[in-house]
């Protein structure tokens, strides 16, 4: 593990100390390209954190923080130093802003249109194409149930109605075999012997 100590975070902490804040972009920037690892980010913000620094986004972040903790009456509780993790994330998590009815609205939409372009293109898929022929195959062939392809739950389905189904089904397959055989008859028909 590298030291985490240099020059510009000892700079960086003292502005910290004297503010009560840091914001992200100031500790990427103290840390260096070399030194912004995992570990020592970790190890730098559990500093920051014991030396009871913020760390927001941005200064409005802080002072909205501020206006909270004076409003609300515990500037003690929050203002304790605190080697608990727990208690340090939710600390930070109480200056982030929860999402509201219409942020949730966008962000259930752009789920949607997400996953509309992904089933359009796996459809427009030729893989997605021979998949279907390979199990349309394998099916014919009865190398293979429905069931191994389509994924189920048993514990909706309404057993009559399946039973209907599987015995119209059966009738179906029943037809088809015997078209078949007609068709395939009426082919060797037509065929001159040799």
């Known amino acids: 593990m590298e030291k985490i100590i240099t020059k510009s975070f000892a700079r960086l902490m003292g502005r910290g100390l004297h503010r009560g804040f840091i914001t992200y972009d100031e500790l990427g920037k103290s840390m260096g390209k070399r030194c912004r690892t995992q570990q020592n980010l970790e190890q730098a913000i559990f500093h920051i954190f014991d030396n009871s620094i913020v760390l927001v986004e ?11 903790e004076s409003t609300s009456g515990d500037e003690d509780k929050l203002s304790e130093k605190s080697d608990d993790p727990i208690r340090m994330y939710l ?84 037809k088809l075999s015997v078209k078949n055989k007609d068709k395939k008859k009426e082919e060797n028909e037509g065929e001159l012997p040799e």
Not at 58 to 68: A, E, P, Q, T
Not at 117 to 146: C, D, G, Y
């Open 58 to 68: 941005n200064k409005s972040d802080y002072k909205v923080l501020k206006k909270k």
């Open 91 to 174: 600390r930070e998590m109480g200056g982030v802003e929860l999402l509201s009815r219409e942020g949730e609205i966008a962000i259930a939409k752009r789920i949607e249109a997400g996953q509309e372009v992904m089933l359009n293109a796996l459809a427009q898929s030729p893989i997605t194409a021979r998949k279907i022929f390979a199990w349309h195959e394998k099916l014919q062939n009865n190398e293979i149930l429905v069931r191994e392809i389509i994924d189920i739950d048993t514990s909706c389905l309404d057993y009559d109605n399946v039973n209907e189904s599987n015995t119209t089904a059966s009738n179906t397959e029943k």
